[in-house]
């Protein structure tokens, strides 16, 4: 009980809200790393399921890319990335944590937006052919609205996992909560560690909630009431 | 089929019941240890001698313990290698963690013995008073006091020491003319220094460098102690400065320059096995025990200790094998 009395007073103390290590500061760096990882994920997989969902062709590559990426453990990632970055930049924080975060946004993207556009009813898409757009046309003006929901999710999952799992960067001198959990590790300080923990899943809650509103904001009226109607052909269920 | 469904589930509980009292882990129940298999070198011979001595009493199972660092763990297998070819059984509980970690193992009775470094340790339990100093036995009977109560006997200290030490690029070096630690207040404005995330309360660290020498650098990148990815960081000038440990064999490796201690900040850190008392107390001869190992603990010099460091972390060579390969060579075990 009183373990839990000097985590609140840890986090309660002004001290602990100014300077280089203050919450502040360490929520920018952590919401920078974050963000910086999952554009970059979803600029190499938003392409990519484009792509393969819309042409139907490649499906074993993605798959198979999604699942490696999912069972490498980012910490190995962090740890190879680091000589590399480090050469390339000559600074140890940020990189290699950025290079591991990166690996670990791109499968949920990946299969959301695949799965999403291999989802979109045939219909719709021949419709569409029919009306004369073309290839280019279907994919930005039908496919990519209609599977918009899924391709949110995806982009959710994946920050959800990227800000929780970018505690990782403090283990090579980055910032972030992670500094909070890793510095309270090595100088045996138990409500440090506990604090950074609970800001990391405060923030983990707040992207769900922010991807949440965002998902209500963007997906067309529409589509939000309709249930699909019929089963599209081998889609597989996206992962939520 | 009800029958069969009660059966299957309460052999199940009986399995799993059994398992949990039986259970493996770290932390076997006395009882467990005083059945321990007895010496080896007691043959077992068929036919009765005629005044046959008192058999002697079983060696209780050791549990030696160790810091996650290549050099705490090599130590502590030379320990465990040496008892093992006397008979004791040894559970090895290497690579437990840091300092407060492996102290709560040896303070709660998960582990019987550890080798600890006698500075750090002191400094550890007296709050950063500044007790320790360079005099080896000074530190080590101070270290003694505080162990006492907790129920732990420091035995005899290496002769070999492995302190913390600063280390710069040579080209860091002549560009400044650093050569000591009191060189470093000039120029420490100018640079990064790398170190454990402790180095910023840790009072022979940060606090120490700007009481003692005036030292303040432009940042600070918390790193792992005594680390290959300190030596990158400094090597592709990530960082200037990097805290090392003064055997580490990427000092040499690299023609880094460690800066002298000038004005003694750090503390002696020889090497000492501690011991729990209640463990002494099951040991049949203690007094052989602590023999045998203050025998090994004099072999350890700090040109020893650099010297396996190398075979461990330049090399990469297995600790176990280092250690036998040693042990072998100085005529400890056959």
Redesign the interface.
């Given at each position: 009980m009183e373990f839990v009395a000097s985590v609140i007073a840890w986090l309660a103390d002004p001290a602990h809200w100014q300077g280089r290590d203050g919450i502040p500061i360490r929520l920018l760096e952590h919401v920078e790393l974050s963000a910086a990882s999952l554009l970059a994920g979803a600029a190499i997989a938003l392409p990519f399921g484009f792509l393969v969902g819309h042409s139907g062709r490649g499906a074993f590559l993605v798959l198979s890319v999604a699942n490696v990426g999912r069972a490498l453990p980012s910490l190995a990632i962090l740890g190879l990335a680091l000589p590399f970055t480090i050469q390339l930049f000559h600074v140890l924080e940020f990189w290699p944590a950025f290079v591991a975060l990166t690996v670990l946004a791109i499968p949920p993207i990946l299969t959301n937006t695949w799965a999403g556009i291999r989802a979109v009813e045939r219909d719709l898409v021949e419709t569409s052919r029919g009306m004369g757009m073309s290839a280019t046309q279907v994919l930005w003006r039908v496919e990519i609205p209609v599977a918009l929901p899924v391709i949110l999710g995806g982009l959710r999952t994946a920050a959800v996992q990227v800000v929780a799992t970018a505690t990782l960067g403090a283990y090579v001198a980055g910032g972030g909560f992670g500094r909070y959990v890793i510095d309270g590790i090595a100088r045996n300080q138990l409500d440090r560690i506990f604090a950074g923990a609970l800001l990391v899943a405060a923030l983990s809650i707040a992207t769900e909630l922010a991807f949440a509103f965002l998902q209500r904001r963007l997906v067309s009226r529409g589509l939000r009431a309709a249930a699909p109607r019929s089963a599209p052909r081998s889609a597989p269920r996206p992962a939520t | 089929m009800r029958l069969t469904r009660m059966l299957a589930l309460g052999a199940s509980l009986l399995v799993l019941a059994s398992a949990c009292t039986t259970g493996g882990g770290s932390t076997p129940s006395p009882s467990a240890t005083a059945t321990a298999p007895p010496s080896a070198t007691a043959p077992a011979t068929p036919t009765p001698a005629p005044a046959t001595p008192t058999p002697e009493p079983p060696k209780p199972t050791v549990r030696i313990g160790s810091a996650g660092f290549y050099e705490a763990q090599l130590v502590a297998e030379i320990y465990a290698q040496v008892l093992e070819a006397d008979g004791f059984t040894v559970e090895r509980h290497l690579g437990l963690g840091?300092r407060?970690i492996i102290e709560e193992a040896l303070a709660g009775g998960q582990v019987d013995m550890l080798p600890e470094y006698i500075g750090s340790t002191l400094e550890f339990f007296n709050g950063g008073k500044g007790e320790a100093s360079g005099d080896s036995a000074a530190t080590a009977a101070r270290l003694q006091e505080y162990y006492t109560p907790k129920g732990v006997t420091v035995l005899l200290y290496t002769p070999g020491q492995d302190q913390n030490g600063f280390v710069v690029r040579p080209e860091t070096a002549d560009e400044s003319g650093l050569a000591k630690m009191s060189d470093l207040a000039a120029v420490a404005g100018q640079l990064v220094l790398?170190a454990?995330?402790?180095c910023?309360?840790n009072p022979v660290c940060l606090p120490g460098l700007k009481s003692v020498y005036g030292i303040e650098f432009k940042d600070f990148?918390?790193?792992?102690a005594c680390a290959a990815?300190g030596i990158?960081?400094l090597n592709?000038?990530?960082?200037d400065v990097y805290e090392v440990c003064t055997t580490q064999p990427g000092i040499a490796q690299f023609g880094l320059v460690l800066l002298a201690d000038d004005k003694h900040l750090q503390p002696a850190e020889n090497i000492a096995p501690v011991v729990r008392d209640d463990f002494l107390a099951k040991v049949p001869k203690p007094d052989d025990f602590k023999a045998l190992l203050n025998s090994v603990s004099q072999r350890l010099t700090t040109d020893v200790l650099l010297e396996l460091g190398v075979k461990v972390d330049v090399d990469k060579r297995d600790v176990a094998d280092v250690a036998t390969e040693w042990l072998k060579a100085e005529g400890v075990i056959p």
């Open positions: - | 840091t407060p790398g454990p995330p402790e910023e309360t990148k918390p790193l792992s990815d990158i960081a592709e000038k990530a960082i």
